[in-house]
């Protein structure tokens, strides 16, 4: 079983619209959990930490639950500019100080 | 910016011969990673290191080895390059023993 696991997509999404993804991690005890974006041939880039309680970063809100084991990115308001792929990121405690990385959510805004 | 930089950025080599990919950090930080990225697999984690001379194998280690005996500089070997190895291989930084920044990536091709 992956350490973590993401919807490949595409999603293709008009300008505007609100979109969500979902990543599930299968370690329970994993402690720091994050979004990178990615643009096509660069490196990836952290995009936002994900907090416990939730968290907000204009457009972006990034939620964790525990219990079920997933992490949520969900985008207001999409700009051409967000067509990216996204990574769920995944660290904890008993992997040392290793990351774990899902495949990528692979996102397009169509105008 | 990390300051994190990869050389070389593109190479092309023919099968058996060895490769030495080099990532270079300009901010003294403990922990570098060496990530192999393909399609369908994600990022995955080859090997890294938590200090001058102190490496350890990630989830892709075989065929790959590393050495670090300054902080800012993580070198990756492949002693003999095969064709399975042609990939996009990406260096990062932990910072605070967390967030990952990562280089500007190596492609390489096997031939």
């Known amino acids: 079983r992956k350490e973590v696991e993401q919807d490949p997509g595409p999603f293709n999404v008009p300008e505007g619209a609100t979109v969500a993804f979902n990543c599930t991690y299968s370690?329970?005890?994993?402690?720091?959990f994050f979004w990178y974006r990615q643009d096509c041939r660069k490196e990836p880039k952290l995009l936002m930490s994900v907090y416990s309680s939730g968290n907000e970063d204009g457009r972006f809100t990034a939620q964790l639950n525990r219990a079920s084991q997933y992490i949520s990115l969900l985008i207001r308001d999409s700009k051409l500019s967000d067509s990216a792929t996204y990574l769920c990121?995944?660290?904890?405690?008993?992997?040392?100080?290793?990351?774990?990385f899902g495949t990528g959510t692979s996102l397009t805004v169509i105008p | 910016d990390a300051g994190i930089t990869q050389s070389p950025r593109h190479k092309v080599t023919e099968t058996g011969t060895p490769v030495t990919l080099r990532c270079h950090q300009t901010?003294?930080?403990?922990?570098m990673y060496w990530y192999r990225q393909d399609p369908g697999h994600g990022l995955r984690l080859i090997h890294y290191s938590y200090g001058v001379k102190d490496t350890d194998k990630g989830e892709v280690s075989d065929g790959y080895s590393v050495s670090r005996s300054k902080t800012e500089d993580f070198l990756l070997t492949l002693e003999s390059a095969t064709s399975s190895q042609t990939s996009v291989y990406f260096c990062a930084i932990s910072v605070f023993s967390d967030t990952q920044y990562f280089g500007p990536g190596t492609r390489l091709t096997v031939l």
């Open positions: 990121v995944v660290n904890g405690p008993d992997t040392g100080n290793q990351f774990y």
């Open positions: 370690n329970s005890a994993s402690q720091s």
């Open positions: 901010e003294n930080h403990r922990y």
